[in-house]
C-alpha cells in the first residue's frame, strides 16, 4: 500500500492498492474467518461480516438510490453494516445477488479504509447522527459511508475509495483461484475460437460462474475481463 497526504476530498491521505494486495487481504480474511471456501461456491458473505468484524448486517430505510452503508467508531472499528429495505425486500434471483454484493462493497470499505476514517473521527469535533450528516462529499459522512449502487465493480475513478470498495467486493466474492479454477475450461476454447466467437465464450462462463458463485454475471464479466486478456496472449506465443 502506498499513500500520501491528500489536498483535497475527505481523508487526510489518499491510500493506493495494487490489486495483489486487495487480493492477499480478502483471501487472508476470509480464511482467518473461516469461510474461504476449499472449492468454488458461493462465499457466506453475510456471515463474514459478522466473524470478521464482529457486526450486524441490518436492513434500515435508507434515501432514494441508497443500496448500503458501514460505520465506523474513533479506532476505526466496524459498528455496523446496513443495507436498504428495498435491496432487501428484492426476492428475486438478481436481487438476492444485489443484495451479497452490496454486503460485499461495505465490507470491502471496512477492509480497506477503517484507519481513514479513525483518522477522520479524531479531527472532528463532535459525533453527528448516522441518518443526517453529509461532509459535502456526497458519499462520504462524518463516520462512514453512504453507497449507490455501482454495475459490476465500476465506479468513477476520482473516488478512488468507491473504486478500492469494489475490488475488494469482487475479490471477496469471487476469490481468485476458485474463479479461475472454475472458468478455466472455457479458457481453451476462448483461445482457439475464432475473434467472433471469443465474446460468446465469455459469456456462457460469465452465466455459469453467475450460478456457481451466486453473483450477478455483470461481476463475473469485470472479475476476469484481464484474464481472457491473458488466455489469449498465451496462446500467441
Known amino acids: 500500500?502506498?499513500?500520501?497526504?491528500?489536498?483535497?476530498?475527505?481523508?487526510?491521505?489518499?491510500?493506493?492498492?495494487?490489486?495483489?494486495?486487495?487480493e492477499s487481504l480478502c483471501s487472508e480474511a476470509l480464511a482467518t474467518a473461516g469461510l474461504l471456501p476449499e472449492t468454488p461456491r458461493p462465499v457466506r458473505i453475510d456471515r463474514f461480516v459478522e466473524k470478521h468484524f464482529h457486526a450486524?448486517?441490518?436492513?434500515?430505510?435508507?434515501?432514494?438510490?441508497?443500496?448500503?452503508?458501514?460505520?465506523?467508531?474513533?479506532?476505526?472499528?466496524?459498528?455496523?453494516?446496513?443495507?436498504?429495505k428495498e435491496v432487501?425486500?428484492?426476492?428475486?434471483?438478481?436481487?438476492?445477488?444485489?443484495?451479497?454484493s452490496t454486503i460485499g462493497h461495505e465490507a470491502g470499505h471496512g477492509l480497506l479504509h477503517a484507519l481513514l476514517f479513525?483518522?477522520?473521527?479524531?479531527?472532528?469535533?463532535?459525533?453527528?447522527?448516522?441518518?443526517?450528516?453529509?461532509?459535502?462529499?456526497?458519499?462520504?459522512?462524518?463516520?462512514?459511508?453512504?453507497?449507490?449502487?455501482?454495475?459490476g465493480g465500476?465506479?468513477?475513478?476520482?473516488?478512488?475509495?468507491?473504486?478500492?470498495?469494489?475490488?475488494?467486493?469482487?475479490?471477496?466474492?469471487?476469490p481468485w483461484k476458485l474463479v479461475t479454477l472454475e472458468a478455466e475450461p472455457?479458457?481453451?476454447?476462448?483461445?482457439?475460437?475464432?475473434?467472433?466467437?471469443r465474446d460468446q465464450i465469455a459469456e456462457?462462463?460469465?452465466v455459469a460462474l453467475s450460478e456457481t458463485f451466486d453473483v450477478n454475471p455483470v461481476m463475473?464479466?469485470?472479475r476476469l475481463k484481464d484474464w481472457w486478456k491473458e488466455a489469449l496472449q498465451l496462446s500467441l506465443l
Not at 154 to 173: D, H, V
Not at 186 to 197: E, G, I, M, N, T
Request: some cysteine; overall charge positive; aromatic content about 10%.
Open 1 to 22: 500500500m502506498k499513500q500520501k497526504q491528500a489536498n483535497t476530498g475527505p481523508f487526510l491521505r489518499r491510500i493506493y492498492y495494487e490489486q495483489r494486495e486487495v
Open 56 to 84: 450486524e448486517v441490518r436492513a434500515i430505510e435508507m434515501k432514494p438510490g441508497v443500496m448500503g452503508a458501514i460505520r465506523f467508531d474513533e479506532a476505526g472499528k466496524v459498528l455496523g453494516v446496513y443495507v436498504s
Open 88 to 100: 432487501e425486500a428484492d426476492t428475486s434471483k438478481a436481487g438476492r445477488r444485489r443484495l451479497r
Open 118 to 151: 479513525a483518522e477522520k473521527l479524531l479531527t472532528d469535533n463532535s459525533q453527528y447522527d448516522f441518518d443526517a450528516v453529509s461532509d459535502g462529499e456526497g458519499r462520504v459522512r462524518r463516520d462512514g459511508f453512504m453507497c449507490r449502487p455501482e454495475e
Open 154 to 174: 465500476t465506479s468513477r475513478r476520482y473516488e478512488w475509495w468507491e473504486f478500492q470498495a469494489n475490488m475488494a467486493m469482487s475479490c471477496l466474492l469471487l
Open 186 to 197: 472455457y479458457r481453451a476454447h476462448f483461445a482457439d475460437a475464432a475473434p467472433d466467437c
Open 204 to 206: 456462457a462462463a460469465a
Open 220 to 222: 463475473i464479466r469485470y
